[in-house]
């Protein structure tokens, strides 16, 4: 490997949390020195744009473009991501190198006005950036308000705490990760409220070629966690699905060995849907 190796990420506390992760990992996997891995952060563009939905915006990828340019320009050596915010196609001449462990798919419920989804008073106001919660939420809660809610976990978080919706959603992964699962009023069970595609895993890539970045990072790579997450970006590749579709799914590995996948796709007011 050519050293330090240079790891690409946005810069949120989480986005750093992860990269840490990747980080620890490498230097453990292969008894480097801490100095011999770097972190740079790189705003994108996608954390800029704060005043509108990304749908309206250009989609998940733009949480991307940016790290991809620097992969690509060989400003760093690879990028760690939310699965869930990859687009469906990568760019060209990058690679999905590793997926790790996957933590805890579900979406936790973060309420105000209430512990629980149910017991939410008629006409609340639930906020969040997602299509695919918004739905879910109208799906079985139709008499609730879902407005947009952008920014990262703890901006949000101190929105709901200054009253500006009565509730919120955000994935148990991300706020287990920062320490902040103790906000989560209830756990949503993913059998009734399905979660992203890659939802929970953290993902990296890699410039196409570069064998030695490739070989490092194979020894990072979870096989039950990388399955999953290509039979859940085989869904979105067969729906061109972004974030202006509301889609859900989960890929799981039984006992056996046996891949089995369970995907749903909504209409943004959740009162039509399509699974299987």
Excluded: Y
């Excluded at 453990?28 to 972190?39: D, F, M, Q, R």
């Excluded at 509108?52 to 998940?60: I, N, T």
């Amino acid at each position: 490997m050519n050293l330090p190796l240079r790891i690409g990420t946005r810069g949120s506390a989480l986005a750093l949390w992860q990269a840490n992760r990747v980080r620890d990992d490498l230097i453990a996997a292969h008894g480097l020195a801490p100095e011999s891995v770097e972190i740079v952060a790189i705003k994108t563009t996608g954390d800029a744009i704060q005043d509108r939905p990304l749908s309206e915006a250009g989609g998940k990828g733009l949480f991307v473009k940016e790290i991809d340019e620097a992969l690509l320009d060989d400003r760093v050596d690879l990028a760690v991501h939310s699965a869930k915010d990859l687009p469906t196609e990568l760019a060209p001449g990058t690679v999905l190198a590793a997926t790790l462990e996957r933590a805890d798919v579900r979406d936790a419920f973060i309420g105000a006005a209430a512990a629980t989804l149910d017991a939410l008073p008629h006409g609340a106001v639930v906020g969040t950036a997602s299509l695919r919660r918004g739905a879910l939420v109208l799906r079985r809660r139709p008499d609730v308000t879902v407005v947009s809610f952008r920014g990262n976990v703890q901006t949000r978080l101190d929105k709901l705490a200054r009253g500006e919706v009565h509730a919120t959603l955000l994935a148990l992964a991300g706020i287990s990760r920062l320490g902040l699962e103790a906000h989560a009023t209830e756990l949503l069970d993913v059998e009734t409220f399905p979660p992203a595609l890659g939802q929970g895993a953290i993902a990296v890539t890699a410039r196409a070629g570069d064998d030695a970045t490739l070989t490092a990072l194979a020894a990072l790579d979870h096989a039950p966690t990388a399955a999953a997450l290509a039979c859940e970006r085989a869904f979105l590749t067969v729906l061109d699905g972004s974030c202006r579709t509301p889609i859900a799914g989960l890929a799981r590995l039984d006992a056996a060995g046996r891949l089995g996948f369970r995907g749903l796709v909504l209409s943004k007011d959740g009162r039509r849907s399509v699974e299987g």
